[in-house]
């Protein structure tokens, strides 16, 4: 099976893995290496990022005193950085994870 799913393009497979959820991007790139090369591309997780994640980001970056936190090698990172660290929302008032702000 590896073999026909080698045959599409990585880029029809990030597509596609793009349409699912975090989970299951995570979950689908142990299928195989182009699943997995697919799944850990930019194009996919810039589909999960919120459509504001740049003024999310400076945001965070004018509250932070230490703007280095704020580089991110891939989408991937910076995905889970938004979930996992607090940045301030709702106009500077409160302070929340990205899952806050999507959950809500």
């Not at 990172?77 to 500077?92: A, K, M, Q, T, V």
């Amino acid at each position: 099976m590896e073999a026909e799913m080698g045959l599409l393009p990585e880029g029809c497979i990030a597509n596609v893995i793009s349409l699912t959820t975090p989970r299951d991007a995570c979950r689908l790139s142990s299928v195989s290496t182009v699943f997995k090369s697919a799944a850990e591309s930019d194009a996919v997780w810039e589909r999960f990022l919120p459509p504001d994640y740049p003024t999310l980001l400076s945001d965070a970056a004018s509250s932070s005193s230490s703007s280095s936190s704020l580089h991110f090698s891939s989408k991937k990172e910076l995905y889970f950085s938004l979930c996992h660290n607090p940045i301030l929302i709702d106009e500077g008032k409160k302070v929340g994870t990205f899952l806050d702000i999507i959950i809500t």
